[in-house]
């Protein structure tokens, strides 16, 4: 028996981490990915940022897409607005009360106020493909805000966030200032708030260790825990905050815990009385405890941990956006000849066998072992014609296919 994990993309082409870093990306990996800070100058990228996302677009979100909330935050000098100052009701045929009032908007950026545009990997279309493509190359889940900030205002001070980002400037000029970390690698559940007046001191006596104007077209990597703050200069500034939900070893300690469910004397119950506050009580049962779940992490195998990790990791980014009917309509037409290939950042693994399993984010599919060589090919993420397959007649290539379209593994050329 063989696993092959499915590919959205060819990983060494990793076009959406190339419009981040500037250099060599394998030298990213491993000199700065999570531990140090990287400005990537707009003439050493690709192409600027401009086609991702604008001005123009956002002033479209916020006034033409019936935006609600939690889709934008406002806010200036760190302070958070409340959503009542900005919202209304979506007026007739749209029985709403928290929809985006662009005038409320208008009159609040026009008083310094600072627009943050969550969540458009969901909203905004190039920015759902590149959110998708960039979940490909890095490995991690990927969120993206964009933040819009009048002249000479500052949105928020000096701060962590718990995940990576990459700052991307869209327009206008900002200055940032980065500082080391006041606590290294933070979880989620572990903000800044927890550590504020040594981010407050921190931003204030020490040295930073960026200290730049960002311009259209230029690219920032912050790692998590890092501090950071930002200041328009001069005029409209906009970027965008793409962070990576970065996946940590915290992550396999802690389904490592949850396995030992399987435990029975792990699920025992502790004594009638029992004070789990009290030192003395816990001495008496903790050594027991320690032992078994020891034993429980040595007994517990890399397939059983993979096993539940997919389950709670894989379906953390959607794969690229499917036209149901679009969809349903290449489905009806399908025929030999025909090209088909992978749904772009659909996480999957097939386990070659009798049966075939292929492992998907919320389910499993299980198909004849003759298919294993035709399906080993399609999950590997290039093009490919029904009636190319290997292994297969084209009648069974068809019923194959047609299968993996109703499943959504696979899409079709238009």
Request: charged residues 20%; proline residues 7%; hydrophobic residues 45%.
């Amino acid at each position: 028996m063989t696993t092959v994990p499915g590919a959205g993309s060819q990983p060494d082409e990793r076009p959406a981490l190339r419009r981040c870093v500037a250099g060599d990306l394998d030298e990213f990996a491993t000199s700065y990915w999570g531990s140090r800070a990287l400005l990537s100058h707009g003439p050493d990228l690709p192409a600027p940022h401009d086609d991702l996302f604008s001005l123009e677009a956002a002033d479209e979100l916020l006034s033409r897409r019936g935006l609600r909330t939690p889709f934008l935050r406002i806010a200036k000098n760190g302070a958070v607005v409340g959503d009542g100052q900005f919202t209304g009701s979506g007026g007739v045929g749209a029985e709403i009360a928290d929809q985006i009032r662009d005038d409320k908007v208008a009159a609040l950026f026009a008083s310094g106020h600072t627009v943050v545009l969550q969540a458009l990997h969901r909203t905004w279309p190039a920015l759902v493909d590149f959110s998708t493509q960039l979940s490909v190359d890095a490995g991690h889940p990927v969120q993206i805000n964009a933040y819009i900030t009048p002249a000479e205002s500052q949105g928020f001070s000096a701060h962590y966030d718990v995940h990576d980002v990459f700052v991307l400037q869209l327009a206008g000029e900002k200055h940032w200032t980065v500082h080391e970390p006041v606590h290294v690698d933070p979880l989620r559940n572990q903000p800044w708030t927890d550590h504020s007046q040594a981010v407050a001191a921190a931003a204030r006596d020490k040295a930073p260790v960026v200290d730049e104007v960002l311009r259209p077209g230029d690219a920032l990597y912050v790692p998590r825990g890092f501090l950071h703050s930002a200041k328009a200069l001069g005029g409209v500034s906009a970027h965008l905050t793409v962070g990576l939900h970065t996946m940590t070893r915290y992550l396999l300690a802690q389904e490592l815990a949850a396995a030992a469910a399987n435990e029975p004397s792990l699920r025992r119950a502790l004594p009638l009385g029992f004070d789990p506050g009290d030192p003395e009580q816990l001495r008496a049962v903790l050594p027991e405890v320690a032992d078994l779940f020891a034993q429980q992490i040595r007994s517990t195998t890399a397939e059983d941990l993979a096993a539940r990790l997919r389950r709670r990791t894989w379906a953390a980014n959607r794969p690229a956006p499917l036209g149901p009917l679009a969809h349903a309509a290449s489905i009806a037409s399908l025929a030999v000849g025909t090209t088909v290939r992978l749904r772009t950042g659909l996480r999957c693994r097939v386990v070659v066998g009798d049966p075939v399993v292929l492992q998907l984010p919320d389910r499993t599919i299980t198909l004849p072992a003759v298919t294993g060589d035709a399906v080993v090919q399609l999950c590997a993420g290039s093009d490919h014609k029904v009636g190319d397959l290997p292994g297969l007649d084209e009648a069974d290539q068809l019923v194959l296919v047609r299968r993996l379209l109703t499943e959504a593994v696979l899409v079709a050329d238009a």
